[in-house]
Structures are given as C-alpha cells and as structure tokens.
C-alpha cells in the first residue's frame, strides 16, 4: 500500500485547533474576472457575519503584479458578479438583484435597467450586456392554493410553476430596456446540469450563444443543448443535437470554434463530459478530449485559439488542462483544487487554488514553466494561528481489482503514540468526490480539529478514476461502494494504528446519508452515526423528488416499471437492523431529498427505542447555510459523536 502525503503549497503550523468561527468566518474569493490589460483582477470576497446571520460581500480590485487591493463595495452594501467592461474603464457588478455598471474613473455607479436578473456579460465592442432573469408565468389569484399541470414544479429549494429564467439582451447604458432574446425557452440558462458560464458572445458582438433544454418534460431530460442568437435579425439556431448534456460554450478569440462540454448518454447527469468543438465556417462538430479519461469542465480558450484550458478531478484533486486542437492534453498542475482557470496576455493563467487546509486564493500559473504564484493571501494571518495537517492518501485494491483511494486528516497536535477516535465520512453525489480543498460544510479540518482522526475514501461511483470506475454505482447503490467502504475502514485501522477501533463513528450527507443508513442497517463497526438529508425510502423518494431522470438512471426506470433495485437498495427495508445511535438531520426546503425521508428514519429508529436525535432545519434545504443553522449543526453534530466515542 501507498502512503502519500498530499501538501504542495502552504502548510500552517499553529498553535490552537481551528473552531467553527474560524472556518466558518474566512475570506471566501470567488467570481474572479481578468482585466482587458491582464494587469488587474476583481473578485468577490464574502464572509459571513455569524452573530448578524447573514454574509457580506465585497467586489474586491487587486494589482495582479503586487497583490495590492483596493475595496470596491461601499460599506453596508452586497455586491456580487464582477466583470469588466472591454475597454477596461468600468465593471458591471450585480446587487439587490439589480445590474449596475460602475466606471472607474470616480463617477456615480448607475443602473442599467429595471428588468431584475444576474450573470452580466459584456459583449466584445461594450455596447451590450446579456445577463438572466426571472419571467413570471401564471398567478393563483387571492389564494394560497397552486393548480400544478406539469413536473417541475419545484426544484432544488423553491418552487418553480410560476418563474423561469430567460435570457436578456440590454444597452450597456444607463435606463435600457431589457430584451427577452429567449421568449419561448423554457429556463436559460437551464435549470440543472448547466454550467457558470451558460451564455456569451461571439468575438464579433453579432452572435450569442447560449444553453437550454426545450424538452417538453424537463423533470425527466438531461438534453441540454446550445443555441445560437444573431444579435441584427434575432434569428435563432440550434447548434447541437445530442441527446445528453451539452453545456459550457466558449468562442475561440479568432470566432472560428465554438468549444463545449458533452455528455453522450442520455439521461445521465454523470456521464464523462468531453471538449467538444463547433466549427462555426464548416458547421461541424468534433470531439476534443476523448482520449482522456477524466472530465473536462470550465472551458477557456488560449488568446492565440490554439489551446483550450480546462479544469478535472483526478484522484482527489482538481487539475488544470490544455488540449491542443489536435486532441493532445497537457497536465499543468497537480496535488491542489485549482478552479476557474482564465489565460492573462503574459501567458499566465489565473486561477483560485485551495486545499483542505487553507481556503480558495488567486494564484498565477506560468504556461511554459508550469511554477505557480500564490497572489492572494486574505486568510493567511488567521491560518497562522491554527494547528492544521494536511491530509494524506492511501490507496486499496478492491473486490473487483479495481484500486481505491482514501485519504486521512490527523487531528491538531497529533501524537502517533496516542489513539484517536475516527470520524469515517461519506461523500453524496453519489458521483462526487472527496477533494483537496477546504469546504464549507463538510470541512475535513474541521472534523479533525476536536481530536478526531477524519477518514474519507472515494468509492466506486467517486469521478476523479475514470468513467467506468464512476460508472459501477449505477444500480448497485449498496453493493460494490458499500463494500468499498468497509475495506476502506479496515485498511485504514490497519495502516494507522493511531485510530481506535473501538471508537469509530460516520457521517455522511444526501448519498452519503443514504450510505450511513445503508450501513445502520446492516453489521458494522460504528458507535454513532449520523444520517444528513440521507435518502432511506427509495420508492417514496422517487415520487417525492423532482430531477427524475436521476433515480430513473440509477435504478433502471421508474419505480413501478422496476421496483426490484429500488426495493433491494432501500434501507427501509431492512430497518429492523437499525441498532446505532444515530443522529437525523434533515431540513423542511430540501426537495432533492424530501423531509419524509428524515422522518420515517426518525420513526423507525424511534419506534425500536434505537438512541437518536432529528436535527430539523424549518428554514434549509439540501444543505445548512444559514451561520447560526450551520454553527448549531456542527455543535450537534460534535456533541454527538463526542458523547458515543470520547465517554
């Protein structure tokens, strides 16, 4: 077996363990836009405000060669979405809902229309702004009852029969007119599967292209497909016809390509995404990246439109990527979580890196000689202060052959004569990945910083391993990833004989609570568990939740077409297993995973005098944003495990 130690940028050696307000409270840097002169860039930086309960966020100007910043937000203000303005002599930027362009010559910011909406984008001659907004569609009248016709009601969070987003084409003047460009689409950009970047022009101004779904069932289509709109006559073209994802568009600077990422299965929003490129002088379509193995995302083409630059998850991390036209890929970083990878005209590349132990940073990628810069450096006082480990990669050889990677986060102050508890965590997705980066909800350290050891593996169904290693979970939810997980805590009591065996407790949130009730029910070595948003009913989840196409892939059709794998997976079948402590989490706004499935595990644990706690969220949905909500979890969440494996 292989031990691998996985730090290749800062490490900070404190003197206390990292608190919830520490965490929870760091600079967070996103929404990176380049200037014209590659010379400056702005970004939002956000922080939450525990005690207020909310988050500030600050457009942030900063001197790409000195890392000098400069404030762009006045104080008691919220501004988001930065991107410069082609001459590079004014931004737009988007607050309280509204698009207002700020120049930067010291005059007043000004409005530039009353149509509400986000995601500004400047077309190339700075004359027009593109951004989505919401249309409403039919009212209920005096009434608090809704009539709903078709699926998709609601999605996510929010319920969604009486608002779509469409597309908006506006002067880059102040008091313009919105145009709906996009008046007969269904959401622009699309509802789910789409990307951060679902909409641009062309590098002549006189094309847009955009993503959406015009299938007339939504709740059950992944076929996403690109659009293009000509800005002079208002003609509007299909540009793909895949029956899968395709989403991402991205001119080439010379306007002869149109790069995008692809799906091909339909019905699967997990399937490999691959480069596409639309050659817009002989209309053809040729695939890119298919020679690679992994997913491509955040397509950003070279300034010379020889190279696209492109970021995927390999074995834990998030690496940047170019391939030539020709199909050849180059590796450009490694180890890191590296994110939104945009080319400068000094042939650089700026982009956001981060790893478990210290939050997302600007940094600069030279191309030819691959050393990176770190830019940024907004959280590293308080980083200073705090006792962090990096984390570290082992690797196991499956029942099927296959190897497996886990990864361990030891806990402030370690001693490796001492035994710890372990905290073992499960992943959702369940094709998602364990990754190297410092994450808000499911903080590695985090978990970590009380005196645990965190456990994390990437069972089949992870992305990072190659498509058919992501693959194998599809219809087999608690077969070959489950026995993953066990070999995983077995391999990993073995190789670090610093963890206790008999103090082991695991968490896990939507699959990964799926994965801990799956467990629940069945023999194991946990003390406590803890189950957040965690899917238990198959069936009733099916009728309940609103993206369809995803449990109809995952289990071969709908559940009275084929109850066998929805009733051999569930777990609530087999709830007479259920033995653990257990701590319930689920919130009233989760519509990916409804609250039934919290409280009929609630009920069966409950019902059997099983030791538990449901943690209700009245005010959250999928996931606990809210600071005071994500502070009372983490507290629940400790006081829990640190009542079964510390007493």
């Not at 053809?284 to 020679?291: D, I, K, V, W």
């Not at 170019?322 to 450009?332: A, Y």
């Not at 940094?363 to 984390?391: C, G, I, Y």
Request: net charge negative; with cysteine.
């Amino acid at each position: 077996m292989l031990i691998q130690v996985l730090a290749l940028t800062l490490v900070f050696s404190g003197t206390r363990p990292m608190t919830f307000e520490d965490m929870f409270t760091m600079h967070r840097v996103s929404q990176v836009a380049v200037s014209p002169t590659s010379q400056h860039v702005l970004f939002r930086l956000q922080q939450a405000d525990i005690e207020k309960n909310s988050y500030v966020n600050r457009i942030i100007w900063m001197d790409l060669a000195t890392g000098k910043t400069r404030n762009m937000t006045p104080d008691g203000q919220s501004h988001s979405s930065p991107v410069w303005r082609p001459d590079g002599k004014a931004y737009a930027y988007v607050s309280g809902g509204q698009i207002f362009i700020n120049p930067l010559d010291g005059s007043a910011p000004y409005q530039v229309c009353t149509q509400s909406g986000g995601g500004p984008v400047f077309s190339p001659d700075g004359k027009w702004l593109l951004f989505s907004g919401p249309v409403e569609g039919k009212g209920y009248g005096d009434h608090s009852g809704k009539r709903l016709e078709s699926l998709m009601y609601r999605h996510w969070n929010e319920w969604t029969d009486q608002t779509k987003t469409h597309l908006f084409l506006v002067a880059a003047s102040a008091n313009g007119e919105a145009k709906d460009i996009t008046p007969e689409a269904n959401w622009v950009p699309p509802i789910s599967l789409g990307t951060a970047s679902d909409y641009q022009f062309s590098p002549d101004s006189r094309e847009v292209v955009y993503v959406t779904n015009v299938d007339p069932v939504v709740a059950i289509s992944t076929n996403n497909d690109l659009f293009t709109y000509q800005v002079d006559s208002g003609m509007t073209t299909k540009v793909t016809e895949n029956g899968g994802v395709d989403a991402g568009p991205s001119y080439s600077p010379d306007g002869r390509y149109i790069a995008y990422e692809s799906m091909a299965r339909a019905g699967f929003e997990a399937d490999q995404t691959v480069i596409w490129l639309y050659d817009r002088k002989q209309s053809t379509h040729t695939a890119l990246s298919q020679s690679f193995a992994d997913s491509a995302h955040e397509l950003n083409w070279s300034k010379d439109s020889k190279q696209v630059y492109f970021t995927s998850e390999v074995q834990g991390a998030r690496s940047i990527f170019s391939v030539d036209l020709k199909g050849t890929v180059t590796r450009l970083t490694e180890g890191a979580f590296d994110r939104l990878p945009v080319q400068n005209i000094q042939q650089q590349i700026v982009f956001l890196r981060e790893e478990t132990h210290y939050p997302a940073e600007v940094h600069l990628l030279d191309v030819k000689t691959k050393k990176v810069k770190k830019v940024s450096a907004f959280n590293d006082q308080r980083l200073a202060e705090l006792d962090m480990q990096p984390w570290e990669s082992f690797w196991f050889t499956a029942t099927n052959g296959d190897k497996v990677q886990g990864f361990v986060v030891k806990p402030p102050g370690f001693d490796a004569s001492r035994k710890y508890p372990m905290i073992y965590l499960i992943h959702g997705g369940p094709q998602g990945m364990w990754g190297n980066q410092f994450h808000y909800r499911w903080n590695a350290q985090m978990f970590a910083a009380p005196g645990y050891v965190a456990v994390l593996v990437n069972p089949h169904g992870s992305k990072g391993y190659g498509q058919p290693f992501c693959d194998a979970v599809s219809k087999d939810w608690g077969g070959l990833p489950y026995e993953d997980l066990m070999k995983g805590v077995d391999v990993a009591c073995e190789q670090y004989p610093f963890i206790d065996k008999d103090r082991m407790g695991a968490a896990g949130a939507s699959y990964g609570g799926y994965m801990v009730d799956w467990i629940a029910v069945h023999e194991h070595h946990f003390k406590a568990l803890v189950s957040h948003n965690g899917v238990y009913n198959l069936p009733s989840m099916y009728g309940a939740t609103e993206e369809l196409w995803f449990p109809e892939w995952e289990f071969g059709g709908t559940y009275y077409e084929n109850p066998e794998l929805y009733e051999k997976w569930s777990p609530h079948r087999y709830a007479a297993g259920l033995k653990a402590p257990t701590l319930v989490v689920h919130s009233e706004l989760d519509y990916r995973v409804p609250l039934n499935q919290g409280m009929e595990l609630f009920t069966a644990l409950q019902r059997q005098g099983v030791p538990s706690q449901w943690l209700y969220f009245p005010d959250e949905d999928h996931f606990v944003s809210k600071p005071k909500n994500a502070r009372m979890w983490w507290q629940s969440i400790f006081n829990w495990f640190d009542h079964y494996l510390k007493q």
